[in-house]
């Protein structure tokens, strides 16, 4: 550049044919474009774009999780962005665009220079505002692609030139995606990388957000609408100005009848009407089907990923929020949506129930030991501390402090139960044995807590965290008006309380889990981990929690299989006692179960009798019989429960303890479901799964959802137990389904746990229901049985399903034929009667609460 201004400078200086005054002028004139014109083209080609990013355009493109019939019903994003193909193209949304936005888009290599003639001339000349816009598709691609700096703080001139060099930058940019793209792949790229606000990316996000379709579904006024957001979509949002909308959305309708697309009656009906913003809806995590299940996949995901070290062809791991993944599961949303009802409609019913069990009660204090009541009311505040109310307090009294103690002492815990226990510490009210023994403390920042304590920082903190817990009880113990949770439609109400009282409130509703598996395949046909999402975020299908009676079905297969305990042989209903001196069972007091009842009848109870009126007594005897607790260890193994998992606490989630025969053993319902399949495959456990494939952007399948398989039951003893099950929901206890179904409840001490577990041909369904906290409870075991708390639920499933002849589920199934033997090992005189009659021993209780329960339903 230097020696094309000397060679100007010589031309000027040769030449006599100009005045000096007019030579100087028009030389600083042709100076100043020159520099101008090379400053532009310097910023201008300054952060070009490479070649590679031009061919491979990155932009955030949302994950989408499809059900077992390919309809999707959820997606994890940064960005909500559904890619489509410009073959996917709504023709509206096309012609929309063509002549609002481009009419020459075909014609032109990137830059329309007409239009660029047209608006200069409009905009200098005739100093026309509504000139409109030179930049083609092409170009608007390229600033979506290829952000401009940012200019704000710049001065006047440099903004200018800054302008100008983007400008420059976007040109070349278009004429490149020109030359490395088809025009229908330009097009497409553009719709799908605009942001259309409100948290729509791209053009089939936006139409599922503003009118609640698939963007291929959009009416003309529709696709005239969202070509109309493309020039502002702020200025121009139908939510936030309707009516500066609907007169941009006229004019593309306008644009739409000048060029053809529709005629001047479509025109003038179109255009007289509002916008329809009836389906719009920004969905959260907790809104739509299957949230639980939604929640626990991407836990899944990032498990299998890192497991299976399943990565990108660059060695860059997989980023569900962005690489625009298809993950197809076994969901089946019908089966999801009864489930959901099932759990909504029965649990409605409990809680009515439990409000009147607990009236003028406090759960917190009711007939328990000042331990209890210490105990509770810590946990309680705990709960209140870890609400989002607690925490915007804590940021604004500690926030400084932690930032200080975190750049002193990185890494650092530094929850309020530190605070506590190091003041008490300093206090000399416990020690740092006692500190780090209650796990308040970790040993290994004993020394960095001790050097904290000891700095001159400590008052400091001491000081705003007793503000903070001043400004915490006053705040908690003030009225405001909220919103709860609510057994009505909009699952929630508007009611003044205090913020104490609104955990307390939340805390005192009765939760529940429930899934659905295929036995044959494994696959989970419905997830319910709760009633509402936004309000219980705890998934209660994969919490540990005692199961109960439920597991006594493992118990009687071992006792047949591994003792050749004969199904109709009988035992006493008296009280058994394993001591510590029995071999096998490593006791260290004596251990004397009784009955759900507290009491035993004497009388003699088959295999087929102990299951239905499942009584401690006789499982008790069994497991004696066995002379220990492994065969009943190994056989939950081969069902998919791992038996030497050790929990945090160090503890085995499966003890070798005898009293895991009764169900006292926390496990989850992913677990159970998985278990209890076996019996409706013949005895083969197939590992539940809820992913079957999921593929890259570019369709390629990453990973394939295969279950493992193990033969775990005898079929023969699986074909008597299914036979007990059956038993166990027929006669007196039959469940009113058209479904071929055994099942087992289950009732936890104290009645904190209500389980059921129901085995048809073609599904295992299993149901959990309780208090996340166990005092949430009622108080007798006629109201807080599983056979009233759980069992109901899976009976409503199986209608819901059964009259619905579209959802594929086939009531009429059978269960498999039995092997030989079986008809003789089952050959009991009366084994479905007892004497004396079953209707002798129910409790009066008992029997009125189910007369009570089947009037209900």
């Given at each position: 550049m ?21 030579r ?21 080609f300054s952060?070009?774009?490479e070649?590679?990013e ?18 999707p019903f ?13 073959d ?42 509504s000139?409109?816009?030179g930049?083609?598709i ?46 229908e ?5 553009y ?11 791209g ?7 503003y ?63 509002d ?5 719009f ?13 939604r929640?626990e ?34 969901i ?11 759990i909504?409609e029965?649990?409605?019913?409990n ?30 505040e ?20 932690l ?21 008490s ?19 290994a920042?004993?020394d ?17 965290y ?13 009225p ?6 609510d057994?009505n ?57 005692s ?6 079905p ?11 305990i004969?199904?109709?042989?009988e ?5 058994y ?7 096998g069972f ?5 251990w ?33 019989e ?21 929990l ?5 989630a ?16 992913l677990?159970?479901?998985g278990?209890y ?10 590992q ?6 999921i ?25 008597v ?12 206890f ?6 071929k ?14 389980w ?6 073609t ?8 208090g ?8 007798t ?20 399903l059964?009259?619905?002849?579209s959802?594929?589920?086939?009531y ?46």
């Amino acid at each position: 550049m230097t020696s094309f201004l000397n060679f100007i400078k010589q031309l000027f200086n040769t030449s006599g044919r100009f005045g000096g005054y007019t030579r100087k002028l028009i030389y600083a004139v042709t100076t100043g474009s020159i520099v101008l014109i090379g400053v532009i083209f310097t910023t201008g080609f300054s952060g070009m774009p490479e070649f590679q990013e031009l061919e491979n355009p990155r932009y955030d493109l949302a994950s989408v999780i499809y059900d077992v019939k390919g309809v999707p019903f959820g997606r994890y994003y940064i960005e909500d962005r559904i890619s489509v193909d410009y073959d996917q193209l709504s023709p509206n949304v096309k012609n929309a665009l063509l002549v609002t936005e481009d009419d020459r888009f075909y014609s032109h290599s990137g830059i329309d220079f007409p239009a660029l003639f047209r608006v200069g001339f409009k905009t200098i000349i005739l100093r026309q505002e509504s000139a409109g816009g030179g930049s083609t598709i092409t170009q608007q691609l390229s600033k979506l692609l290829f952000k401009r700096p940012d200019m704000r703080k710049m001065n006047p001139v440099k903004k200018t030139l800054t302008l100008m060099g983007a400008k420059v930058r976007e040109w070349f940019t278009a004429v490149r995606l020109e030359r490395a793209y088809t025009k229908e792949e330009i097009m497409a790229m553009y719709l799908n990388k605009f942001e259309f606000i409100n948290g729509a990316h791209g053009i089939e996000a936006a139409a599922q957000i503003y009118f609640n379709k698939n963007q291929d579904s959009l009416s003309v006024s529709e696709a005239a609408t969202l070509v109309g957001m493309l020039k502002n979509p702020s200025l121009y949002n139908p939510k936030r100005f309707p009516d500066k909308c609907r007169d941009r959305r006229n004019i593309v309708l306008g644009l739409m009848e000048d060029a053809g697309h529709i005629d001047k009656a479509a025109l003038d009906s179109l255009t007289l009407r509002d916008i329809d913003m009836s389906g719009f809806s920004r969905k959260t995590q907790s809104e739509g089907p299957a949230p639980y299940f939604r929640s626990e996949l991407t836990k899944f995901l990032k498990d299998i990923f890192t497991k299976q070290n399943i990565k990108k062809a660059d060695g860059s791991e997989y980023n569900v929020y962005t690489d625009g993944l298809k993950i197809y599961t076994t969901i089946d949303l019908t089966y999801q949506k009864y489930a959901e009802e099932a759990i909504w409609e029965h649990m409605k019913w409990n809680q009515e129930r439990f409000w009147k069990v607990w009236k003028n009660k406090d759960p917190w204090t009711f007939e328990t030991d000042d331990y209890q009541k210490k105990l509770r009311a810590s946990i309680l505040e705990g709960q209140c501390k870890s609400s989002d109310r607690y925490l915007a307090l804590r940021n604004k009294y500690l926030g400084d402090i932690l930032k200080e103690v975190e750049s002193k002492f990185a890494g650092l815990p530094f929850s309020d139960n530190v605070i506590k226990a190091l003041d008490s510490i300093r206090n000399n009210q416990i020690s740092w044995h006692q500190a780090t023994e209650r796990e308040h403390i970790e040993v290994a920042y004993t020394d960095k807590y001790q050097r904290l304590s000891a700095s001159d920082m400590w008052p400091g903190i001491i000081k705003k965290y007793n503000e903070l817990q001043d400004i915490f009880r006053k705040e908690f113990d003030t009225p405001v008006k909220m919103k709860v949770f609510d057994y009505n439609s909009g699952g929630e109400k508007e009611a003044e309380m205090t913020p104490l009282d609104s955990v307390r409130w939340h805390k005192m509703h009765l939760q529940a889990g429930m899934l659905a598996v295929e036995p044959a395949t494994g696959h989970v046909k419905a997830w319910v981990g709760g009633q509402n999402h936004k309000y219980f975020k705890y998934d209660h299908a994969t919490m540990r929690r005692s199961v109960g009676s439920t597991m006594k079905p493992f118990v009687y297969t071992q006792a047949m299989a591994v003792a050749n305990i004969a199904p109709c042989e009988e035992f006493d209903d008296i009280q058994y006692t394993i001591a510590p001196g029995d071999a096998g069972f490593d006791l260290i007091e004596e251990w004397s179960p009784a009955n759900a009842t507290e009491e035993f009848t004497g009388n003699k109870y088959n295999l087929f009798h102990g299951l239905l009126y499942s009584k401690n007594s006789i499982t008790v005897k069994l497991l004696k019989e066995m002379g220990t607790i492994e065969p009943v260890r190994n056989l939950l193994s081969n069902l998919g429960i791992d038996k030497n998992l050790r929990l945090p606490n160090g503890k085995l989630a499966v003890p070798k303890l005898p009293s895991i025969c009764l169900g006292a053993v926390d496990l989850t319902l992913l677990e159970m479901a998985g278990a209890y399949s076996a019996f409706g495959n013949n005895g083969t456990f197939v590992q539940p799964v809820f992913v079957s494939r999921i593929e890259d952007k570019n369709g390629k399948v990453i990973y394939q959802g295969t279950p493992a398989r193990k033969s775990a039951i005898n079929p023969l003893y699986n074909a008597v137990m299914v036979e007990m099950l059956k038993n166990n929901v027929s006669g007196l206890f039959k469940m009113n389904v058209k479904s071929k179904i055994g099942g087992k409840t289950g009732t936890t001490n104290d009645y904190s746990d209500g389980w059921f577990m129901g085995v048809t041909p073609t599904l295992v369904s299993g149901v959990w229901t309780g208090g996340d906290d166990k005092w949430i409870r009622f108080l007798t075991l006629d109201d807080g049985q599983g056979y009233i708390m759980a069992r109901p639920i899976v009976e409503i499933f199986l209608q819901k399903l059964e009259k619905d002849a579209s959802c594929g589920y086939d009531y009429k199934a059978d269960f498999p034929a039995p092997p030989s033997g079986f008809h003789e090992l089952i050959d009991c005189a009366q084994f479905k009667t007892i004497r004396p009659s079953a209707e002798r021993y129910m409790h009066k209780k008992e029997k009125e609460k189910k007369e009570e329960f089947d009037d209900e339903f």
